[in-house]
């Protein structure tokens, strides 16, 4: 459950105070994403004030989202983990199809309820990174700045290539989580038998 609404596992194990914490900040993050963007033109003219060029503001951007995506695995890992010591080892599901169509949906959900919370991890944050990247090339100028930085558009090509280089790589490793799901939800079916 965290995993969409920040803190409502910690809600679920007991613990209402980070669960609330977490909630505020996942409201307050999306809050400054939109101001952020509906302001840019003002955010910009403020940085050139100080010396800021937009290209500096698109990489501390970049940063901080960085943290962002960490804090949304430290969310996930949390519960997960928390309910583990008051509930017990999760053992995982024995459901293939559920665990196959949760990792469709988002890479790395499916392993999480096989009981793999490291796998699942590396699958989410390879997925949350794609959806970052593609919404800073779609939603930012980043186009923009990058050409107006090199005339000869050599490192605009490099960025798009580097853009499709980590699409294909993540499609793969979105195929590679549906099929693990399934295999690792049959073997524990299986070895219940």
Do not use: C
């Not at 090199?150 to 798009?160: E, F, G, K, M, T």
């Not at 399934?182 to 219940?192: D, I, P």
């Amino acid at each position: 459950m965290s995993l969409w609404i920040w803190g409502s596992g910690q809600w679920l194990n007991g613990d209402r105070d980070l669960a609330g914490l977490l909630f505020a900040w996942q409201i307050q993050i999306a809050a400054i994403h939109y101001l952020v963007a509906s302001l840019w033109g003002s955010i910009r003219r403020m940085a050139h004030v100080f010396f800021v060029s937009e290209w500096e503001l698109l990489l501390y951007a970049a940063a901080l989202d960085f943290w962002l995506i960490f804090l949304l695995l430290f969310n996930v890992s949390q519960a997960y983990r928390s309910s583990e010591r008051s509930r017990g080892r999760f053992g995982g599901l024995s459901n293939a199809w559920l665990s196959g169509l949760t990792s469709l949906l988002v890479p790395g959900w499916g392993q999480i309820l096989n009981g793999q919370l490291r796998k699942g991890l590396f699958f989410l944050m390879a997925f949350v990174t794609q959806i970052w990247l593609l919404g800073f090339y779609l939603m930012t100028p980043l186009y923009r700045v990058v050409s107006e930085l090199d005339p000869n558009q050599a490192l605009l090509r490099n960025v798009i290539q580097v853009g499709k280089l980590v699409l294909g790589g993540t499609a793969v490793l979105w195929l590679i989580s549906v099929y693990d799901a399934v295999l690792v939800a049959r073997y524990t079916r299986n070895r219940g038998r």
